[in-house]
């Protein structure tokens, strides 16, 4: 926010939930008065009853990057998701859809399963993935079941890290720090309502599985089902994020082309002139 108030930039949110409207204490969607400063794109593109992918996402952002080359303004990219954002800047080419074939891989309880029958169709593809990401062992299933031909097959995938024109800059926090400041923020989103924003939405909706494995959603619609505490849900929030950023982290560090930055006190003051000197160098 700071650099694009300071430049004219505008930010592409580049985040598998703030596509969603309404969902928005949860993750952490800029606000109504950041969105008023400062132009953002990608955000609020689909009711959270409906599936969203990759290929979607991609064609959403590639045509916000040429909306603003057009407005004469940078683009600030802002993750979030490493794969929509790898789906971006290295315009990754994205397989087809089979619909029955993944409801028969929903239908499997066990993520060991898919990932044990993904190994055998597609070791590469397998030795790429998270074994506990089943959205991804799901989707490479998907693929390689569907289109007859392996997942990795499909271009150079995500660990190629090609040359690119856009810089990128990663900001670090010390374990520690981040721990805490994810308890932080979780106490804060409860305190704005996000409970009675989940409550609302699942009034309003019959949420899509994507949706509903969203960080804070997930854990207080267990909640609302009765199947678990308040305190119960929002302590698992906290452990979730943390491990989330873990894995996040651990999906960026991979890139080489990433330039880290490690926070000491204050990101603005540490981060924004290295954005800032990205920019113009860019420019």
Not at 113 to 129: K, Q
Not at 218 to 232: I, N, Q, R, W, Y
Not at 237 to 259: G, K, N
Not at 270 to 278: D, F, G, N, Q
Request: glycine content about 6%.
């Amino acid at each position: 926010m700071a650099v694009a108030q300071e430049t004219g930039a505008h930010i592409v949110a580049v985040d598998a939930m703030q596509v969603y409207r309404g969902m928005d204490i949860g993750t952490a969607k800029p606000t109504a008065v950041d969105q008023a400063a400062v132009p953002h794109h990608c955000l609020d593109l689909v009711n959270p009853d409906e599936r969203f992918t990759v290929a979607e996402f991609k064609s959403h952002a590639t045509a916000a990057r040429e909306q603003i080359n057009k407005a004469g303004a940078d683009a600030l990219f802002v993750a979030g998701t490493g794969l929509y954002l790898t789906a971006v800047i290295d315009d990754l080419q994205l397989p087809g859809e089979w619909p029955e074939v993944r409801a028969t891989l929903q239908a499997e309880s066990s993520v060991d399963v898919l990932y044990a029958r993904l190994h055998h169709l597609d070791p590469l593809a397998a030795s790429r993935m998270d074994k506990s990401n089943r959205r991804r062992i799901e989707r490479a299933l998907e693929v390689c079941i569907g289109s007859g031909k392996p997942f990795s097959s499909f271009g150079p995938g995500t660990g190629a890290y090609p040359p690119s024109d856009v810089a990128q800059v990663g900001i670090f926090w010390p374990r520690e720090t981040l721990s805490s400041r994810i308890e932080q923020r979780v106490h804060a989103m409860m305190a704005a309502g996000l409970l009675d924003e989940v409550r609302s939405l699942a009034a309003r909706f019959a949420l899509s599985r994507e949706a509903r494995q969203a960080l804070g959603y997930k854990e207080l619609l267990d909640h609302l089902d009765g199947t678990m505490s308040l305190d119960a849900a929002v302590a698992q929030i906290v452990l979730h994020t943390r491990q989330f950023a873990v894995r996040q982290e651990r999906w960026f560090r991979r890139d080489p082309r990433i330039d880290w930055v490690t926070v000491q006190a204050d990101p603005v003051a540490e981060v924004a002139p290295i954005v800032l000197a990205a920019l113009r160098g860019a420019a």
